[in-house]
Nanobody, 116 residues
Framework: DVQLQASGGGLVQAGGSLRLSCLAS????????IGWFRQAPGMEREGVSC???????YYSDSLKGRFTFSSDNGRKTVYLSMNNLEPEDTAVYYC??????????WGQGTLVTVSS
């Protein structure tokens, strides 16, 4: 079974940084797109960043430059480094894996709270 375990969220002041981790198991990285989504209170879930099986990395235009996606295939872990955080970044951040056939799996989410 595909399993995704996100961690690293917490409370940070505006302007601060956090790095989220997502430990993956049950699938081969090369066959999946892996990414980060977030859902703010009262809002729909939105895409943050993802990496496709060919290694290409995509970012939400509004977050490009502050957020960086990285991965350690040996550790089967992907990361989201977030800098210069703003209160508007407060959300539950989810790790997502999508197979070549379109099947999706979600992690449990990790809460990021940015205080002003």
């Amino acid at each position: 079974d595909v399993q995704l375990q996100a961690s690293g969220g917490g409370l940070v002041q505006a302007g601060g940084s956090l790095r989220l981790s997502c430990l993956a198991s049950g699938f081969a990285f090369d066959d999946y797109s892996i990414g980060w989504f977030r859902q703010a209170p009262g809002m729909e879930r939105e895409g943050v960043s993802c990496s496709s099986p060919d290694g290409s990395t995509y970012y939400s235009d509004s977050l490009k430059g502050r957020f960086t996606f990285s991965s350690d295939n040996g550790r089967k872990t992907v990361y989201l480094s977030m800098n210069n955080l703003e209160p508007e970044d407060t959300a539950v951040y989810y790790c997502n894996a999508r197979s070549l056939s379109g099947a999706e799996s979600w992690g449990q989410g990790t809460l990021v709270t940015v205080s002003s």
